[in-house]
């Protein structure tokens, strides 16, 4: 029941973050479900897109493309990404927005017209004097064989993993974390909270405090639309001000209100009126009517009070390391995010690809929320 780190929480950041330790000594990952991934990581959208969020944010996914397109031999039996182009699309009203949006993303944007957004997405309404803005270099993520190869990783780096096993307490006594679960005690020099949605929760258990963590709830759905043709390869649609977004699912188009309702952590569920909004905005912009939604979900994005990532040690307590606050980016930034907090937890500093990016331990660290 001893290891050098202990990793809370077996979603894709506790799994990721597992696999790169497990590199530098031994490694336990406790986990409350009895299986890894059924929270947050299991109902994200599933998308790559370096231009969303905080300048910190799109530059941690942009350190984590290489392990996306070439992931490490044997990781995954096929590709963990397939490309597709993430439209902004912007209506009179948003031209300020979406100018704002380019200036800020420079040549990671190019300006698109009326026609070539009808063209791209053929169900958009063509009443509508359109303008936008396209990303060529985003993608969908196979979000399960993400997890999955990671979960492999972990396991043949001999890392163990022990499911229900809810953390109730966390003492430091000693040189030594003593950790408390229904599964029995654990013991480790360093731990590792990746709780997600619960993040706060465990620092408080940790005598830390919450950081100002917020859980908040975000609902999708599922929906067969009319026109289908070529819906393959449609784009990622969102609109500029992000008050919804739609996007090829299966050969159907997966939708989001694009909500931000706090909660506390929970296994959350969606809200029939959220619901309504994203059918409202999506026929609005449309030539589609919603007849039946085939799927819905919620899930909790979790962010820190400046929507930056928190990865690495608190300076009040330097083997308890956070790796929490995600937000909407955590399935595409978790490769260069674990791999920081590997290199967090044993060099101190975070790794050569994310400071090529222009990221330092202290843009992420706790200590700026403290
Ligand atoms: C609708 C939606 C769309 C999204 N779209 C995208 C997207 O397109 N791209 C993107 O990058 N991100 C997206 N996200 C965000 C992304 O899903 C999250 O940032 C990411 O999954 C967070 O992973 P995690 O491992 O931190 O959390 P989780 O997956 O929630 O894992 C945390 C784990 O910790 C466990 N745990 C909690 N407390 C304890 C405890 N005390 N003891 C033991 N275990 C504990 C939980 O059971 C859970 O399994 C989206 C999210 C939502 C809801």
Redesign the pocket.
Known sequence: MESRFLV???????ASAAAFLAEHGSVTI????DQ??????????????DTYGHAAVCSSTRASRDFFWNPPPGFAEHPLVRPRAELEIAQPGQTAALAAMLETHGAALRPVDRDEILRLCPILKPGIDWSGAINEATAD?DVDALLQGFLRLVKARGARLVTG????GLQRIGASYVIA?PMGEYRADTVVN?????AG??GRLAGLGDLGLTPLR???LKIEPATKDGIGDWPFVIDVEETFYFRPDGGGLML?PADETPSE?CDCQPDELDVAIAVDHFEQATTETVRRVAHRW?????FAPDRIPVVGPDPREPRFLW??G????????APSLAMATAALATTGDVHEALKAQGVTAADLGPARLI
């Open positions: 809370i929480g077996a979603g894709l950041a506790g406790l986990e409350a479900e890894p991934g059924y929270h947050t990581t299991g109902r994200s959208a599933a998308s790559y897109i993520i096993a809810r953390v109730t679960t990746a709780a997600g949605a619960w929760e465990v975000r609902t999708a989001s952590p919620a899930g909790l994005r979790t790796l929490a995600q937000g909407g980016y955590g399935i595409q930034t």
